[in-house]
């Protein structure tokens, strides 16, 4: 009896400037199918066998595994008829046609070389039509990261991908989905043959794998053999604002929470900003940080002439731009501070960051940023990330009027608070504290704001990006101040 068996490789490869699609409507899409995919009513057991990194990543996770399997989750999440069971921490031998399905790392393709810029090979096997089995292999030469949003690059300008959003890709390819930009299509898809900014499933994506798989009418949980949700953190802090002279400046305050030192890196960005599209943007910031009695502890003005300049090159998050600032630090708990101004009393839009570079009890929580509030851009916008794969509730305040009560001038005398996932979808938002129906629980953390002008809400969060955009409710300017709370210590 003669069988159609055939082998096929799925690559994907970097592309330094994989931005600018075009945007087409929902229903018009451009997906491509492979041309074989699973039969009905499979459960594809996924043996993870990716092994740990040398550091905790950006996002929290402690292995290439953990780091990965929301991916999987993620098509499950889309798919009636087929699930992808991850097997977590596996140890069985990776091998082509043994018919087990495996991610791992990996020197070669089954014995032959990567080509040179490709990240991941999904192989594949199928009998008439119907796979049988596909292995993940992620080129060990690539640099990886775990973390959402915008593509990182390190100071050679070469990409460190998140993992995730390589996993999800190739996962498409696994269960049947084809490049839709090899066959002529201009969509957002996850599915394109390039890496780029977009890390999570696109409606072109679900459209493709609806066809294979039918619409699920509910969501499906997690296997139960994946390993338990790591605790969430809060990984990375961030806030973006137009940074002045004087009490103009961006001033951030972060705590280190537990028993143990904490290695952190903090970043001073200003000209790689104008890559987003941005104006206006502050060409040569520097960083100061503080201790809580104002201490001056370390400061840096070009993040090249650090003397961890190696570890920050090894840490895959020094900046893009040699005007731009970082500190590695060795942090004591307690509370810190980081100062962000323009060298020699320039100006522009600024962003300072604090990435946690380490595991242990110990952990960074809370950011406040204080800083002149605006328009437009010139709003104050506090980023950050909750690292793990369980929920984390989290206090959102935004103060203005009570900066008054410490001699500051000129402050925002009606300071909006909205939040936003990484989708850019409004999750939550509110005006004045004591209006938003949570007066109660606000009330119960001992940290509501002392001015009922001021804005505030509680909201419990999955993990992943989110963003706390402070404005005047009515149109007004001045300084404020957005603090982000982790209320699950």
Same mark, same amino acid.
């Given at each position: 009896?003669?069988?159609?068996?055939?082998?096929?490789?799925?690559?994907?490869?970097?592309? !330094?400037?994989?931005?600018?699609?075009?945007?087409?409507?929902?229903?018009?899409?451009?997906?491509?199918?492979?041309?074989?995919?699973?039969?009905?009513?499979?459960?594809?057991?996924?043996?993870?066998?990716?092994?740990?990194?040398?550091?905790?990543?950006?996002?929290?996770?402690?292995?290439?595994?953990?780091?990965?399997?929301?991916?999987?989750?993620?098509?499950?999440?889309?798919?009636?008829?087929?699930?992808?069971?991850?097997?977590?921490?596996?140890?069985?031998?990776?091998?082509?046609?043994?018919?087990?399905?495996?991610?791992?790392?990996?020197?070669?393709?089954?014995?032959?070389?990567?080509?040179? /810029?490709?990240?991941?090979?999904?192989?594949?096997?199928?009998?008439?039509?119907?796979?049988?089995?596909?292995?993940?292999?992620?080129?060990?030469?690539?640099?990886?990261?775990?973390?959402?949003?915008? !593509?990182?690059?390190?100071?050679?300008?070469?990409?460190?991908?998140?993992?995730?959003?390589?996993?999800?890709?190739?996962?498409?390819?696994?269960?049947?989905?084809?490049?839709?930009?090899?066959?002529?299509?201009?969509?957002?898809?996850?599915?394109?043959?390039?890496?780029? +900014?977009?890390?999570?499933?696109?409606?072109?994506?679900?459209?493709?794998?609806?066809?294979?798989? /039918?619409?699920?009418?509910?969501?499906?949980?997690?296997?139960?053999?994946?390993?338990?949700?790591?605790?969430?953190?809060?990984?990375?802090?961030?806030?973006?604002?137009?940074?002045?002279?004087?009490? +103009?400046?961006?001033?951030?305050?972060?705590?280190?929470?537990?028993?143990?030192?904490?290695?952190?890196?903090?970043?001073?960005? /200003?000209?790689?900003?104008?890559?987003?599209?941005?104006?206006?943007?502050?060409?040569?910031?520097?960083?100061?940080?503080?201790?809580?009695?104002?201490? &001056?502890?370390?400061? +840096?003005?070009?993040?090249?002439?650090?003397?961890?300049?190696?570890?920050?090159?090894?840490?895959?998050?020094?900046?893009?731009?040699?005007?731009?600032?970082?500190?590695?630090?060795?942090?004591?708990? /307690?509370?810190?501070?980081?100062?962000?101004?323009?060298?020699?009393?320039?100006?522009?839009?600024?962003?300072?960051?604090?990435?946690?570079?380490?595991?242990?009890?110990?952990?960074?929580?809370?950011?406040?940023?204080?800083?002149?509030?605006?328009?437009?851009?010139?709003? &104050?916008?506090?980023?950050?990330?909750?690292?793990?794969?369980?929920?984390?509730?989290?206090?959102?305040?935004?103060?203005?009027?009570?900066?008054?009560?410490?001699?500051?001038?000129?402050?925002?005398?009606?300071?909006?608070?909205?939040?936003?996932?990484?989708?850019?979808?409004?999750?939550?938002?509110?005006?004045?504290?004591?209006?938003?129906?949570?007066?109660?629980?606000?009330?119960?953390?001992?940290?509501?704001?002392?001015?009922?002008?001021?804005?505030?809400?509680?909201?419990?969060?999955?993990?992943?990006?989110?963003?706390?955009?402070?404005?005047?409710?009515?149109?007004?300017?001045?300084?404020?101040?957005?603090?982000?709370?982790? !209320?699950?210590?």
């Amino acid at each position: 009896m003669n069988r159609d068996r055939s082998i096929g490789p799925h690559l994907l490869s970097i592309a !330094l400037f994989a931005c600018g699609v075009i945007l087409l409507a929902v229903d018009l899409y451009g997906f491509a199918l492979e041309g074989k995919s699973w039969p009905k009513g499979t459960v594809i057991n996924m043996q993870m066998e990716m092994g740990a990194p040398d550091h905790t990543l950006q996002d929290g996770s402690t292995t290439w595994d953990d780091a990965a399997v929301p991916a999987i989750y993620a098509w499950n999440a889309n798919m009636l008829n087929v699930q992808i069971n991850p097997v977590m921490n596996s140890s069985k031998p990776v091998s082509s046609g043994d018919g087990i399905s495996s991610a791992s790392f990996s020197d070669t393709v089954f014995g032959e070389k990567f080509s040179s /810029g490709v990240l991941a090979v999904t192989y594949y096997l199928s009998q008439s039509g119907q796979m049988t089995e596909a292995d993940v292999l992620f080129n060990k030469a690539a640099l990886f990261e775990s973390y959402r949003g915008d !593509l990182q690059f390190n100071s050679q300008g070469q990409c460190v991908c998140d993992i995730q959003r390589v996993f999800l890709h190739e996962l498409g390819h696994a269960l049947g989905l084809d490049h839709p930009d090899d066959h002529g299509q201009t969509v957002p898809a996850i599915m394109n043959s390039v890496v780029s +900014n977009l890390y999570q499933l696109q409606p072109d994506d679900l459209a493709g794998i609806h066809s294979l798989y /039918g619409t699920p009418t509910s969501t499906p949980s997690p296997s139960p053999t994946a390993t338990p949700p790591t605790p969430n953190r809060l990984v990375n802090l961030s806030t973006r604002m137009q940074v002045g002279v004087g009490d +103009n400046v961006l001033i951030g305050g972060f705590i280190i929470q537990g028993d143990l030192p904490k290695k952190i890196i903090l970043r001073a960005i /200003g000209p790689s900003l104008a890559q987003n599209g941005l104006i206006g943007v502050l060409q040569d910031p520097q960083l100061e940080l503080h201790d809580a009695a104002g201490a &001056l502890l370390q400061s +840096n003005d070009n993040w090249q002439d650090s003397p961890d300049l190696q570890d920050i090159i090894d840490s895959s998050l020094a900046p893009s731009d040699p005007h731009e600032s970082a500190i590695l630090a060795r942090l004591a708990p /307690g509370s810190y501070t980081a100062i962000v101004s323009g060298v020699n009393n320039t100006t522009g839009i600024g962003l300072v960051e604090s990435y946690t570079l380490d595991t242990n009890a110990t952990h960074a929580a809370n950011i406040s940023t204080r800083g002149r509030v605006g328009a437009g851009d010139d709003a &104050l916008i506090g980023g950050f990330i909750v690292g793990g794969h369980a929920s984390k509730t989290i206090l959102v305040r935004a103060l203005g009027p009570s900066l008054g009560n410490s001699g500051v001038d000129n402050v925002l005398s009606d300071p909006l608070v909205e939040m936003y996932d990484a989708n850019g979808q409004l999750f939550a938002s509110n005006d004045n504290w004591q209006s938003g129906g949570q007066t109660d629980q606000i009330t119960a953390t001992g940290i509501a704001p002392s001015d009922p002008r001021e804005a505030a809400l509680i909201a419990t969060v999955p993990g992943g990006d989110f963003t706390a955009v402070v404005r005047g409710a009515d149109g007004g300017e001045g300084l404020g101040l957005v603090e982000i709370y982790d !209320l699950n210590q």
